[in-house]
């Protein structure tokens, strides 16, 4: 039978059961609100607003490139890009196919666009086209409804105003890449350009500036809404070179058509007037991604318009070496500037047969002076033999030969300087004195640059300091801040007697004002000059016949080479100047030389023609043996 009471106990018991448990769920779930909304309220608040207001960075500008006279080498130009948002474009493919009859599109770039689209999230743009043309914007802008999700957009463009002219200075800035991003850091994928090349490689860091950021508000799909706040940009550093526009464009026109390289400084700093490699390129076809065709171009020419001849080529000095090596007699103490030497033609080393002959007859008793002015082989071979290798070495080292030459280009050869270390340390074969014989003047396995030579000839211009090389003039860390100008480090005497450079100095002046090689020089010229003509050989001769290199195949012919500074007595400029394939120094370089000379002096109404050279230049220097 029912019970009731015992059912209405059993209910209350039930009911206190039930509202009991719901009453604990009900305090843990206040304690759990408790502990979101209060003991945790600080750190929620926080990833909220981390996922509401995201960081959007700001790119900056990149700095500008000036010549010394503020002109502009390397700036920033607005252009546009086709940009692409896939989620409002829909079918992407069918899209670039309607545009490319707007467009001219680069498969590479189609590609590239099909990688990023799958890399990024639907509502992100995606850069289809850089270097979209005003003709392409405004045919786009009449058909702009026909394609949503599609916008031309401006952006700021890495510009050469110059092109081919300092394509070897300056250099050139590329897109950012994945090498890139391992050499400066993970920051660094935010900046669309990295310098490649010349003064854009070798001060990356300095122009490229600091991303600056924006505080930008989201919904839930990462839309932006608005701008909360903003940290500005800071624009990259301005660098003013030390080269000057007019005196590159005189250096370019003096070769013609000719190819080689040339380096003009300042002798009093070792700031660099001007420097050229020949032939050259458009440094604006690297900005955004050359195209296929034209790489290939470029890297078919045989000509190499890519290879930066004075921080990465290099060859023999030829007789441009001869006034070092008339230093060096003076400073070993194995010479005087009036010591004569009886040079009968051809010399021997004591024991051998084989003889290392000047070009012609003997030259009779030559100093110092003489030798240098009228190149005479026999003197060197004499001196280089009885100072020995080792000296020789050191001498060449102290007169900066073997070594950078300290201008801010990445990859400057070091170049070689002969000596038992260097060909030991590449072969097992022992050192012969043959070898010495013509290391003195400037054969063998002599490497040499542009850069060191003329920073030789600058040393010997201003007195005996050897200046490290410069291309920096100044620096300004923005628009509004003054230019600061680097302090220039002093370089090391090449020699503890000025006598001894001055007996050097005035044996490369009677080279263009003497009876020397480079006579022609001197023609209709207002102002003394000083100098030393060379030709480093790639044929040399066999028996007692006489080579003349332009008789030579093109290929084969004498690279041409001439260092000089001016004016003589106060020098402003000095010059390395190398001809490929030019035959004597004499008649191509010297000529050059003196074009630049005219230019900077005489400025760019000067319209000397820098005389033809001495036809008989052809002395023994450029003609010695090349072999031991």
Request: glycine residues 12%; charged residues 25%; hydrophobic residues 40%.
């Amino acid at each position: 039978m029912r019970n009731p009471a015992i059912e209405a106990a059993a209910f209350r018991v039930r009911a206190l059961v039930g509202f009991a448990i719901v009453a604990v769920a009900l305090l843990v779930l206040a304690g759990w609100y408790f502990r979101l909304q209060v003991v945790q309220h600080s750190e929620f608040a926080r990833q909220s607003e981390a996922n509401r207001i995201k960081p959007r960075p700001v790119i900056p500008g990149r700095g500008l490139v000036y010549d010394r006279q503020g002109r502009v080498l390397a700036d920033n130009v607005p252009a546009y890009r086709l940009e692409v948002t896939p989620e409002d474009a829909a079918d992407t493919d069918a899209l670039v196919q309607g545009l490319s009859g707007i467009f001219a599109f680069d498969p590479a770039e189609v590609e590239r666009f099909r990688e990023e689209r799958r890399a990024r999230r639907g509502f992100q743009p995606v850069t289809l086209k850089l270097r979209v043309t005003e003709e392409e914007a405004a045919r786009f802008a009449v058909d702009r409804w026909r394609f949503p999700g599609v916008e031309v957009v401006p952006y700021l463009n890495r510009r050469y105003p110059h092109g081919e002219l300092f394509a070897h200075v300056v250099g050139y800035v590329g897109r950012t890449d994945d090498g890139d991003v391992e050499r400066y850091g993970e920051s660094h994928v935010l900046f669309p350009y990295t310098g490649r090349t010349g003064i854009e490689r070798s001060f990356e860091e300095v122009l490229r500036g600091r991303v600056g950021y924006e505080q930008v508000e989201t919904n839930v799909e990462g839309r932006a809404l608005r701008t909360l706040g903003k940290l500005p940009a800071q624009a990259g550093s301005d660098l003013r070179l030390s080269v000057d526009l007019d005196l590159q464009q005189a250096m370019v026109e003096a070769f013609g058509e000719m190819h080689g390289s040339a380096v003009a400084v300042e002798p009093a700093t070792g700031q660099v007037l001007g420097m050229v490699s020949l032939p050259s390129f458009d440094p604006n076809l690297f900005v955004n991604g050359i195209s296929h065709a034209d790489y290939r171009r470029l890297m078919d020419d045989p000509a190499r318009p890519l290879f930066n001849r004075n921080v990465l080529g290099g060859g023999p000095p030829g007789s441009t070496i001869k006034p070092f090596v008339a230093l060096a007699g003076l400073d070993s103490g194995l010479r005087t500037p009036e010591s004569r030497v009886f040079s009968t033609g051809e010399f021997f080393i004591p024991g051998q047969r084989r003889g290392y002959r000047d070009a012609g007859a003997g030259a009779g008793w030559v100093d110092l002076r003489d030798s240098i002015s009228r190149s005479i082989n026999y003197y060197y071979y004499d001196l280089a033999y009885e100072m020995g290798i080792d000296r020789f070495a050191q001498f060449m080292h102290r007169y900066g030969f073997g070594e950078p030459t300290g201008v801010e280009l990445v990859g400057e050869n070091a170049g070689v300087v002969p000596s038992r270390e260097w060909k030991l340390g590449r072969s097992s074969e022992p050192w012969y004195p043959g070898e010495t014989v013509i290391a003195g003047i400037g054969q063998g396995y002599w490497i040499t640059t542009a850069l060191q030579l003329v920073r030789g000839t600058a040393a010997i211009a201003n007195g005996g300091q050897l200046h490290p090389l410069t291309l920096l003039a100044g620096r300004r860390d923005g628009y509004d801040q003054p230019w600061r100008t680097p302090r220039a480090p002093n370089g090391p005497a090449i020699s503890d007697d000025a006598g001894h450079v001055r007996a050097v100095q005035e044996g490369m002046e009677a080279t263009i004002h003497g009876r020397g090689t480079a006579t022609a020089l001197a023609r209709d010229a207002g102002y003394r000059m000083a100098g030393k003509t060379g030709t480093a050989q790639r044929v040399g001769r066999r028996g007692d016949a006489r080579t003349d290199p332009r008789s030579l195949p093109y290929h084969l012919r004498h690279q041409a080479l001439f260092i000089g500074y001016a004016p003589a007595e106060d020098p402003q400029i000095a010059v390395a100047v190398i001809v490929e394939h030019g035959g004597y120094g004499g008649v191509t370089a010297a000529p050059i030389a003196r074009k630049i000379f005219d230019a900077w002096l005489l400025g760019p109404q000067a319209d000397g023609d820098g005389g033809d050279g001495d036809a008989g230049e052809g002395n023994a220097g450029e003609l010695g043996e090349p072999g031991a």
